[in-house]
């Protein structure tokens, strides 16, 4: 999985900026957005 910006690109926003909006795109046949969400949360709980 690969995130809209770099780690270099990220830091040098974060010189500038608070907050920098990041995403990801997720292939998915079945899931929804919000099963995608709970199946990643819960994954860290463990």
């Given at each position: 999985?690969?995130?809209?910006?770099?780690?270099?690109e990220f830091k040098k926003?974060?010189?500038?900026?608070?907050?920098?909006?990041?995403?990801?795109?997720?292939?998915?046949?079945?899931?929804?957005?919000?099963?995608?969400?709970?199946?990643?949360?819960?994954?860290?709980?463990?």
């Amino acid at each position: 999985m690969s995130v809209n910006l770099t780690v270099d690109e990220f830091k040098k926003l974060a010189q500038e900026f608070n907050i920098i909006p990041l995403y990801t795109e997720i292939l998915s046949d079945v899931d929804t957005p919000l099963s995608v969400f709970q199946k990643n949360i819960l994954s860290r709980e463990i």
